[in-house]
């Protein structure tokens, strides 16, 4: 088998972590592992902070292999039971996943429940029937806004929603009419576009879970270009100054300039790099404006799968490190290609050495672990150009 092809032949056999199951007809993506990973990963680190039985869900299972692998590896690390429920739309599908989840059948702790319901029909029943989960994860095709609500609404408070979403013109600014449709937000095209995704997939789950009266707690996201991941957890209340996370992100489209305002305290815009001629800011949002990403959860990830050999490949962990290393402020990133270009290099500023030459000036600085080539920083524009022209 090779690896990065899309398996699609019934009688295909894979093996990815402690799971070996068959991939079927259905859509299948081997270079997706990463984030099938992290949720085994952070199924684990639910059962093992949980304090009573743990109860997960599955929304979109197509193979199976996210329940397998949490069943197989993950509850391994809670002592209390585990109700798992796995769900797919397709009735197609439900022979294959009783096929693949057989090795979960004779674990007593696991208490596995498979059924074939439309997504948003499961959900508000589940509500209706006061049923709650710790762990959901919405592997969904396209945008997945129309759930949001219906998700966090039978989450569990410190409970974590797994989010993907594969609709990747309308948040990066290519169909900004759609942007508008489903998160009532301007889009620009930005040289940080799949970040700029993830942010306004943050702000429309803030705003669902706001609401309610309820907190979110951004824990990791990433994306491949294709998809866009995040996971997230739910706090009953909302914190403190929590509401200034959502903001709006302008960027000039002459001189490349970036700047960055709370809608709380939004007011008029300061004059961009451009003087003195008149630059024109292009504005997105409102989209999430705070972290991206958890370093402590992250640091306690990469602990925790020290404990379970075999759950994260060399490529997740690799991901996990760099996201680490990234929480996601400040907010404006900038690409080392666009800045070289603008100054009329033979090639990018070395972009550590150009991270701790602005740290050395007291600005905040770190290496972006969403988009590759970039860095995040506080440092006007003038400075940053400077720096990467003494790198020149």
């Given at each position: 088998?090779?690896?990065?092809?899309?398996l699609?032949?019934?009688?295909?056999?894979?093996?990815?972590?402690?799971?070996?199951?068959?991939?079927?007809?259905?859509?299948?993506?081997?270079?997706?592992?990463?984030?099938?990973?992290?949720?085994?990963?952070?199924?684990?680190?639910?059962?093992?902070?949980?304090?009573g039985?743990?109860?997960?869900?599955?929304?979109?299972?197509?193979?199976?292999?996210?329940?397998?692998?949490?069943?197989?590896?993950?509850?391994?690390?809670?002592?209390?039971?585990?109700?798992?429920?796995?769900?797919?739309?397709?009735?197609e599908?439900?022979?294959?996943?009783?096929?693949?989840?057989?090795p979960?059948?004779?674990?007593?702790?696991?208490?596995?429940?498979?059924?074939?319901?439309?997504?948003?029909?499961?959900?508000?029943?589940?509500?209706?029937?006061?049923?709650?989960f710790?762990?959901?994860?919405?592997?969904?095709?396209?945008?997945?806004?129309s759930?949001?609500?219906?998700?966090?609404?039978?989450?569990?408070?410190?409970?974590?929603?797994?989010?993907?979403?594969?609709?990747?013109?309308?948040?990066?600014?290519?169909?900004?009419?759609?942007?508008?449709?489903?998160?009532?937000?301007?889009?620009?095209?930005?040289?940080?576009?799949?970040?700029?995704?993830?942010?306004?997939?943050?702000?429309?789950?803030?705003?669902?879970?706001?609401?309610?009266?309820?907190?979110l707690e951004?824990?990791?996201c990433?994306s491949?270009?294709?998809?866009?991941?995040?996971?997230?957890?739910?706090?009953?209340?909302?914190?403190?100054?929590?509401?200034?996370?959502?903001?709006?992100?302008?960027?000039?489209?002459?001189?490349?300039?970036?700047?960055?305002?709370?809608?709380?305290?939004?007011?008029?815009w300061?004059?961009?790099?451009?003087?003195?001629?008149?630059?024109?800011?292009?504005?997105?949002g409102?989209?999430?404006?705070?972290?991206?990403?958890?370093?402590?959860?992250?640091?306690?990830?990469?602990?925790?799968?020290?404990?379970?050999?075999?759950?994260?490949?060399?490529?997740?962990?690799?991901l996990?490190?760099?996201?680490?290393?990234?929480?996601?402020?400040?907010?404006?990133?900038?690409?080392?290609?666009?800045?070289?270009?603008?100054?009329?290099?033979?090639?990018?500023?070395?972009?550590?050495?150009l991270?701790?030459?602005?740290?050395?000036g007291?600005?905040?600085?770190?290496?972006?672990?969403?988009?590759?080539?970039q860095?995040?920083?506080?440092?006007?524009?003038?400075?940053?150009?400077?720096?990467?022209?003494?790198?020149g």
């Open positions: 088998m090779v690896a990065g092809t899309r699609d032949f019934q009688d295909t056999h894979y093996r990815e972590g402690a799971a070996c199951l068959q991939t079927g007809s259905g859509f299948f993506r081997v270079q997706s592992r990463p984030s099938r990973d992290l949720s085994v990963l952070l199924a684990a680190h639910q059962a093992a902070r949980a304090t039985p743990q109860h997960w869900l599955d929304l979109m299972a197509g193979c199976g292999i996210r329940g397998l692998r949490w069943g197989l590896e993950s509850a391994t690390q809670s002592r209390h039971p585990l109700a798992l429920w796995l769900n797919d739309a397709d009735p599908r439900m022979d294959h996943l009783e096929a693949n989840l057989k979960l059948s004779g674990h007593s702790s696991v208490d596995l429940s498979l059924t074939q319901q439309p997504a948003e029909r499961l959900l508000r029943q589940a509500y209706l029937d006061q049923r709650r710790d762990l959901i994860d919405l592997d969904a095709f396209g945008c997945p806004n759930l949001l609500q219906s998700a966090l609404s039978v989450l569990r408070f410190g409970g974590v929603l797994i989010l993907a979403s594969t609709d990747g013109r309308s948040p990066t600014g290519h169909d900004r009419v759609a942007a508008v449709r489903r998160f009532a937000a301007a889009a620009r095209a930005h040289p940080s576009s799949w970040e700029l995704a993830l942010r306004l997939q943050l702000a429309a789950l803030a705003r669902e879970a706001w609401v309610m009266g309820h907190g951004p824990l990791v990433f491949d270009g294709r998809t866009f991941r995040l996971a997230v957890r739910l706090h009953r209340r909302v914190a403190a100054g929590e509401e200034n996370n959502l903001g709006v992100l302008a960027r000039c489209d002459q001189c490349g300039d970036q700047a960055v305002q709370p809608v709380l305290k939004l007011c008029g300061r004059a961009c790099a451009c003087l003195p001629d008149a630059g024109r800011w292009a504005v997105s409102p989209l999430w404006v705070g972290p991206l990403q958890s370093p402590v959860l992250l640091e306690q990830l990469l602990i925790l799968s020290e404990a379970m050999p075999g759950t994260l490949a060399p490529s997740s962990r690799r996990l490190e760099r996201l680490q290393g990234d929480p996601g402020l400040p907010v404006c990133c900038w690409s080392t290609d666009e800045l070289a270009q603008r100054l009329g290099l033979a090639g990018p500023p070395p972009l550590r050495r991270v701790q030459s602005l740290q050395d007291g600005y905040q600085a770190c290496v972006s672990g969403v988009m590759t080539g860095l995040r920083t506080d440092a006007p524009l003038k400075v940053l150009l400077q720096r990467c022209a003494d790198l």
